[in-house]
């Protein structure tokens, strides 16, 4: 029997507001284990957000799915679609349905504004918890009303949470505001040994040029800085012999061109000499078994963003063993080791 497992008939039910666990934005896979992860202990409810959502409205029992995923017998997990984050109607109605024992709500609360609208009216009925991120100073003043409206602050790094408690720090939380932070399982990345399978992967991904391989996994919007990190390779391989950088490649995992991002196309073609800056694109989605064999072709992760809640390439990098190379800025200092006294 799992530690700590309740039967379902003696769970504390919690209503999940956050993207739809079904599909692969950070916000849904990490709520997606958090889920998983604890449904032997609480019975879920996802309002499950998206652009647009195709199946808005509907509901779907994933629990059979995460019976077999767990190990349990009786887990208790639903999601309901919805377009957003749903509104105020649809989370009334769920409320009434499920009859919750608290409510848990995810990402920037400005996408949230209709939901603090009514908190008086939720906590009447069951606590608010917010699993929050901020980044980086100046200290989000303009958030303090969302904070001072939860029940808890559950913060994802140790940035969030000094600046959580410093916009509180007229209206302090004592014992309520706690760093949580994102957690990898280690069934899913992990370092890969004695693998046919893998070295076919890595034969394919990089063919004969895999003396030295960077990756770089994220989508491709602004902030992401793919450009710097072309130029930083380019600059990294023209300190090498020429022989040496021929044998080494960039991989990054993500579009070649995107509206809100960078034709890397053409940043490749201005910046690089095709024989010696090898940079490969990659838009192929993979399941956890080839994500997993993607992070050990590498030796390093290289990851440049300004601004970054957390960083979860960087986190499933690190469990597959893979040095990171990123900023010392939002959740991936986090990851970076660094060591005090204690």
Known sequence: MKEGYVPKDQRKKIIMLSDDIRTQSGVGNMAKEIIINSSHHFNWVNLGGAVKHPEAG???????????????????VKVIAANGYGDPAMLRAI??????????????????????AMENEIRQQCPLIFYTI???????????????SDDMLLCISKQTKNLVENVLRDHPKPGLVNYVPHGIDEKKYFPVVNDFEFEAFKERILGENKDFTV????R????????DIILAW?????????????????????????????????????????EIHKV?????????????????????????????GWGLGLTESLTAGRMIIAPVQGGMQDQMRFEEEN
């Open 134 to 148: 901020w980044d980086d100073l100046p200290y989000p003043m303009w958030n303090r009303e969302f904070y001072r």
């Open 234 to 274: 380019r600059t990294f391989l023209d300190q090498l012999p020429v022989e040496k950088a021929k044998k080494c490649t960039l991989l990054m995992k993500t579009e070649a061109a995107f509206e809100h991002g960078t034709d890397l196309n053409a940043v490749i073609d201005s910046l690089c000499d095709p």
């Open 95 to 116: 409320i009434a349905q499920e009859k919750p024992d608290a409510i848990v709500h995810f990402t920037d609360p400005r996408y949230w504004q209709w939901l603090y």
């Open 215 to 218: 990756l770089h996994v994220s």
């Open 220 to 227: 491709n919007i602004r902030r992401k800085n793919q450009s």
């Open 58 to 76: 509907q509901g779907f029992d994933l629990s059979p799915e995460i019976n077999k995923i767990t190990g349990i017998t009786d887990a208790n």
């Open 280 to 308: 490969k694109i990659i838009n192929e989605r993979f399941d956890d078994k080839g994500l997993n064999y993607l992070y050990n072709c590498s030796d390093a992760h290289m990851f440049m963003t300004d601004n970054e």
